[in-house]
């Protein structure tokens, strides 16, 4: 809806909000988006308009937070695409262990759209 809409593009000005896009010539075909906070990327949704897209996104996302010292990427809810991709189910209590040593380190603020290319 629009609130959710205007809420992302402010975050995404602010330096939170993040799309990992596919392009096609001119044409989006992949993608996701998500918010980073701390050194987690909370994964909020993937779309795709032809094979494999979001998978290409996804892996360009991995490296991304690979090279920049992310502990983990959520992916929310799991799915049997995200464990086809290697997505791993945490217990709650372990998430928040993690979650807590995740957010100490200072958020990667601003665009990644150099770093992605």
Request: aromatic share 12%; glycine share 6%; charged share 20%.
């Amino acid at each position: 809806d629009d609130a959710m809409r205007k809420a992302y593009v402010d975050l995404h000005r602010l330096g939170h909000a993040h799309s990992v896009e596919v392009w096609q010539s001119q044409t989006l075909v992949g993608g996701l988006y998500g918010l980073s906070i701390g050194r987690v990327f909370f994964g909020e949704s993937m779309f795709h308009h032809c094979p494999d897209a979001s998978k290409f996104a996804f892996a360009n996302l991995v490296s991304f937070a690979q090279q920049n010292d992310f502990h983990f990427i959520d992916a929310q809810t799991p799915t049997e695409h995200l464990e086809s991709l290697g997505a791993e189910r945490l217990s709650r209590e372990l998430f928040l262990q993690q979650l807590e040593q995740a957010l100490k380190p200072n958020s990667l603020i601003g665009s990644w759209t150099q770093a992605l290319q």
